[in-house]
């Protein structure tokens, strides 16, 4: 089992910054891909980006690519979104999520394990 515990999120003026975290705990943090999802009002959960076991590769969502980092800490069993340039259409909640069986899934079902989410609101 893999517990997970996303902060970081708030409210910010479009064209700012944030950066999430996501805290694991439980078996091996380094075995799992890791990946940012987020889901807006109205819409269907969405991938925004993919750490794999060791951080060497990464994998993002078209609409983030240049403004998204996604990172992680294996020591500190985290893996961060520093997310930058927010417009109001990233307003959703964010979801970070863990893999034990593949590296940079796009899809939410290839992933185990969830964390509750973490609001971020981007006003105009």
């Known amino acids: 089992q893999v517990q997970l515990v996303e902060s970081g999120g708030g409210l910010v003026q479009a064209g700012g910054s944030l950066r999430l975290s996501c805290a694991a705990s439980?078996?091996?943090?380094?075995?799992?891909?890791m990946g940012w999802f987020r889901q807006g009002p109205g819409k269907e959960r969405e991938f925004v980006a993919a750490?794999?076991?060791?951080?060497?590769?990464?994998a993002y969502a078209d609409s983030v690519k240049g403004r998204f980092t996604i990172s992680r800490d294996n020591a500190k069993n985290t893996v961060y979104l520093q997310m930058n340039s927010l417009k109001p259409e990233d307003t959703a909640v964010y979801y970070c999520?863990?893999?034990?069986?593949?590296?940079?899934?796009?899809?939410?079902?290839?992933?185990?394990?969830w964390g509750q989410g973490t609001q971020v609101t981007v006003s105009s």
């Open positions: 750490i794999s076991w060791g951080g060497g590769s990464t």
């Open positions: 439980g078996r091996s943090f380094s075995s799992y891909a």
């Open positions: 999520a863990a893999d034990g069986k593949h590296s940079l899934s796009v899809g939410f079902k290839q992933y185990d394990y």
